[in-house]
């Protein structure tokens, strides 16, 4: 029998010669939340694209050099390559897909667009997620802020140069778009 906890339970799968553990744990993703079936030693990342298809978080180097599986754990930016999917339990998971508001597209990912920020896109989620966390918790962040915040993404294609200027126009419509509510 499963042993229960609010949000996961322990159950086992396989056979008796070859059991395995799995856990079965809530998540809530970009509002949502999914009941799955995860190894302890399961990675957010691995969770996120394969049990969720939410494959905008992008499996780089797998290893914590490249940012492209940022995420937001809590509004806070984290790696989900280095971020054991059970220690997102109980916290509020976002990921590219879920920063529009419906139709409208957060000012970051418009802003992405207008100005040609991405020529492949592999790094743009993360770019994105990385500057999304400084802006929400600092809306006037300098520009050394912002580049402090992105220090952990790597662009193998832009130059940096669109993607600090797509970062900064895009703060500015987010600071305009406050003072108008
Ligand atoms: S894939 Fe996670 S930091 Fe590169
Ligand atoms: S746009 Fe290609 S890696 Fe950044």
Redesign the pocket.
């Known amino acids: 029998m499963p042993q229960s906890a609010d949000s996961v339970s322990i159950f086992f799968v396989g056979n008796e010669t070859a059991p395995s553990t799995k856990l079965i744990a809530k998540f809530c993703v970009n509002g949502s939340e999914h009941e799955l079936a995860v190894r302890p030693y399961d990675v957010l990342?691995d969770v996120l694209r394969e049990n969720l298809s939410l494959t905008a978080t992008?499996?780089?180097?797998?290893?914590?050099?490249?940012?492209?599986?940022?995420v937001l754990l809590d509004g806070e930016a984290r790696?989900?390559?280095?971020t054991l999917a059970l220690d997102a339990v109980g916290k509020s998971i976002t990921t590219l897909e879920g920063i529009r508001e419906g139709a409208v597209l957060d000012e970051l990912q418009r802003c992405w667009y207008e100005t040609g920020a991405s020529q492949c896109g592999f790094c743009s989620p993360?770019f994105i997620l990385s500057s999304k966390a400084l802006l929400d918790r600092k809306p006037e962040a300098t520009l050394d802020e912002i580049k402090e915040a992105i220090s952990?993404n790597?662009c193998r294609c832009t130059g940096y140069a669109k993607i600090l200027e797509a970062i900064q126009i895009a703060q500015k419509q987010k600071l305009d778009r406050n003072i108008c509510k």
């Open positions: 990342l992008k499996r780089g180097c797998d290893m914590g050099t490249c940012g492209c599986c940022t790696l989900s390559c280095l993360g952990g790597i």
